[in-house]
């Protein structure tokens, strides 16, 4: 569970500095120039008995250690994982670009991968990815974070969504139907206080990290999503947090906090412990990480995350994978990003071990159906979006960013600044 908890911290600690170390480090590369593998790679890569070399994030070490021990039982090529601490992982891939030393294969949060797509990190893969023949099933958020210029260069490795979860002991004592789903915002926020209602000692209606803007943007974007609604421009360079339906999750999120049903020291959970509370089953609802739902001891619903009036969606976050630019082995390493891919890994390796899929005409597997709620986390994978934009770290995710100021000028504070302070974000995006 740790890892989990400690992603969003350790990512605004670490993301501004990390990023303009990398950015020096690749002043002498190629910057927004991309190689492309080669075209006359097999459909399904090439398993010539060759070493090929994975690097990975530690909160991904329990999905990779699995994945690559199951492609290494079953093919004559073998893949040497070496799994990084989080807070070394941008500083080591820096480095090791600079130098020409990247691995063959390595997975990026995703939403690094913009930027160091645009770097010149990974190869053009666009070929092998159009010739898969359910590409239209592969998850399209990660899908769009590796494009550049209509060129593809990531496959998802492993998805992170974020989901409406509940207590449903809780909601039962509250009065609620344990089995219903918030369907609006507005159903949201009243579930929140019918717990809160309960006074009971240590528990609270809902819960989230005021002070951290990636635990926000994973759990209120989705919000603004399923409302119909963006959240960036087309292009990544402004933002549109400014909207209706952005101003009404903000609303909702000052009426919940002013109510007193936000659990006490959420104004200044930095992301360490943002997950606590609902874990120890003191938190009746609130959006939370769909791969610690295994992890719970007591009953929990889950749903997408509803918009203003109805629908849902989810951020899909987690890491993507491509080939690097310094591979000479790019046929093997695509004959593992096609397994990846298939049914095998997703269904085989992922849903056994009860993770989401990257494919949604994989949803309802045979370990999936087992629990109503992973088919529930599948689909709704498909209906959520990754938002792409270069500086996302440095106007969401940094430790005083814009992003965070408009939050808390608009919930803590209750000021009427949020169009100023959305135009902070985009003078950020656009630099």
């Not at 990512?11 to 991309?34: H, K, Y």
Request: aromatic content about 8%.
């Amino acid at each position: 569970m740790t890892r989990i908890r400690h992603r969003f911290a350790l990512r605004a600690a670490t993301a501004v500095v990390a990023i303009g170390a990398l950015a020096g480090t690749l002043a002498g590369c190629a910057a927004g120039s991309t190689p492309s593998a080669p075209a006359d790679i097999p459909a399904a890569g090439t398993d010539d008995g060759s070493t090929l070399t994975l690097w990975t994030r530690a909160p991904l070490e329990r999905q990779a250690k699995l994945l690559v021990e199951a492609y290494n039982a079953s093919h004559q090529n073998k893949v040497d994982l070496t799994v990084v601490p989080n807070d070394d992982y941008v500083a080591k891939v820096g480095a090791a670009a600079g130098s020409g030393g990247l691995p063959d294969l390595f997975a990026a949060d995703i939403v690094y991968v913009p930027n160091w797509v645009q770097q010149g990190l990974f190869q053009d893969i666009t070929a092998q990815v159009d010739g898969l023949s359910y590409k239209s099933s592969i998850n399209k958020g990660h899908l769009s974070a590796g494009t550049m210029d209509g060129k593809e260069h990531v496959l998802p490795f492993v998805l992170d969504l974020s989901m409406l979860m509940w207590n449903k002991e809780l909601f039962k004592e509250a009065g609620l139907d344990p089995e219903k789903a918030p369907e609006t915002l507005a159903e949201f926020a009243a579930a929140a206080k019918a717990v809160q209602g309960l006074n009971k000692p240590g528990v609270s209606g809902t819960s989230t990290g005021l002070n951290c803007g990636g635990c926000l943007v994973f759990t209120w974007f989705p919000s603004v999503w399923a409302s119909g609604q963006q959240v960036l421009s087309d292009d990544g360079k402004s933002s549109l947090l400014a909207g209706d339906a952005a101003k009404d999750v903000y609303a909702t999120w000052k009426d919940l906090y002013s109510s007193g049903a936000v659990a006490p020291g959420s104004a200044d959970e930095t992301g360490a412990t943002w997950v606590a509370g609902f874990q120890e089953g003191k938190v009746g609802v609130m959006p939370f990480p769909a791969t610690l739902l295994s992890g719970l001891s007591f009953d929990a619903g889950v749903a997408g995350i509803p918009g203003v009036k109805g629908g849902a969606s989810t951020f899909v976050g987690g890491d993507g994978i491509g080939v690097s630019k310094d591979s000479k082995k790019a046929a093997q390493a695509w004959n593992f990003l096609s397994w990846l891919m298939s049914e095998d890994a997703q269904v085989g390796v992922l849903a056994k071990d009860g993770n989401a899929v990257s494919r949604s005409d994989l949803a309802e597997n045979q370990y999936a159906s087992k629990d109503p709620r992973l088919v529930t986390i599948n689909k709704v994978a498909g209906q959520g979006e990754t938002p792409v934009a270069l500086n996302f770290q440095q106007a969401f995710n940094a430790p005083g960013s814009p992003w965070l100021s408009l939050v808390r000028n608009a919930v803590i504070q209750g000021t009427s600044s949020v169009d100023a302070d959305n135009d902070a974000i985009t003078s950020v995006l656009g630099q």
